[in-house]
């Protein structure tokens, strides 16, 4: 099997790449580099340069490499962003989605995994979210992601795809310091900014309906979200039909102001945060009933919080050689 890993030199993907990679399976990536760095891959994996917006294109890569399966992970990612742009994200994560699709389904490919996001559940009130937990997201970006699993199933149907949705939940860490998240849109690097500046971090809300007040998340290190994607590409390879649609996180909950806690133990700088006011959209309480990734993929979280925040720490420090304490 040849796959594609579009988005496949980002954060998440060049994580999934080279799992994927060291673990013999045959992989091309197609990214255009809008937020993507060609050095987190290894020259073993070709990476070509461009968009997964670009029928023409995908069409002559899936037949040069005699594609055989897809891990689509490219899309924007921003919440503020796209509140403020709504039809571009539309646009680039439904339509590119939906271009992809075409291409594949003319190509005669039958695996297909999809990159979806605890976004698409919104503010449910529950303890553990389970795949069952009714969808209702509260942005533009988890409406397509919630899309684009729709628009996945019904192309797995009309063309016998077989489909893989996982649905990530908070991402953080790094398999080396030279794979870190560069963005600084997570609550680990946007700690870990404001400590570089010599600023506060920030809690946003202290008054939630939660044992210390702060909203609580479910992290999962990118290292254990890799090799879930390897368990669903081998299943998929496995000859599984049908569609699956399965959280990936490590079913417990952290707070807010226990993660920032953990951050000063580990970067040594204990400035103490400040409380602002909750932002609106956040649910006091998101994390995954990790059982279904269990029972289907043969997958669990095997690393901790403390193994995120000092993996983090140290890609921060390779980024920023002006962090305090590098
Ligand atoms: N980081 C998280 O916490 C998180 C959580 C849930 C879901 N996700 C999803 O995981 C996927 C990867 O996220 P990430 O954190 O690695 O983000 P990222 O921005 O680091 O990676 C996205 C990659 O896709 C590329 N890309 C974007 N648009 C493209 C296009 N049209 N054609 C080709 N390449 C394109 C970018 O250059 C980048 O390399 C996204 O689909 C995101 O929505 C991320």
């Not at 063309?159 to 560069?182: M, Q, S, W």
């Not at 000063?264 to 602002?276: I, K, L, R």
Request: aromatic share 6%; with cysteine; proline share 6%.
């Amino acid at each position: 099997m040849t796959w594609l890993i579009t988005g496949g030199a980002g954060y998440i993907g060049a994580h999934v790449a080279r799992a994927m990679g060291a673990a013999d399976e045959r992989v091309v990536v197609l990214d255009d580099l809008s937020a993507g760095v060609p050095g987190r891959l290894p020259e073993s994996i070709p990476l070509v340069r461009g968009s997964a917006l670009d029928g023409d294109l995908l069409k002559r890569v899936l037949a040069e490499h005699a594609v055989t399966g897809v891990v689509h992970l490219a899309a924007r990612k921003q919440v503020g962003e796209s509140v403020a742009q709504p039809t571009r994200y539309y646009q680039e994560n439904v339509g590119g989605l939906a271009t992809l699709l075409d291409a594949v389904a003319e190509a005669g490919i039958e695996r297909f995994l999809f990159s979806s996001s605890a976004a698409v559940y919104g503010n449910p009130d529950v303890d553990l979210i389970t795949e069952d937990t009714p969808c209702a997201p509260m942005s533009p970006y988890g409406e397509t992601k919630l899309t684009g699993e729709w628009l996945v199933r019904a192309a797995g149907r009309a063309h016998g795809i077989a489909t893989v949705c996982l649905r990530y939940f908070n991402v953080a860490g790094a398999a080396g310091p030279e794979l870190a998240d560069t963005g600084i849109f997570n609550i680990v690097p946007m700690v870990f900014d404001r400590l570089t500046r010599g600023e506060a971090p920030r809690i946003f809300g202290d008054d939630y309906p939660t044992p210390d007040g702060t909203c609580v998340r479910d992290y999962i290190h990118v290292a254990d979200l890799a090799d879930a994607h390897l368990a669903a590409v081998r299943r998929l390879a496995g000859g599984a039909t049908g569609d699956l649609t399965v959280n990936i996180g490590r079913g417990e909950g952290v707070s807010v102001r226990d993660l920032v806690s953990l951050i000063a133990e580990v970067t040594g700088d204990t400035t103490p945060a400040v409380v602002e006011p909750r932002r609106p959209g956040d649910a006091p309480r998101a994390v995954a009933s990790a059982a279904l990734a269990e029972r289907e993929l043969g997958w669990r979280a095997r690393r901790g919080v403390r193994e995120m925040v000092e993996s983090a720490w140290r890609g921060w420090q390779l980024h920023h050689p002006e962090a305090i304490h590098g």
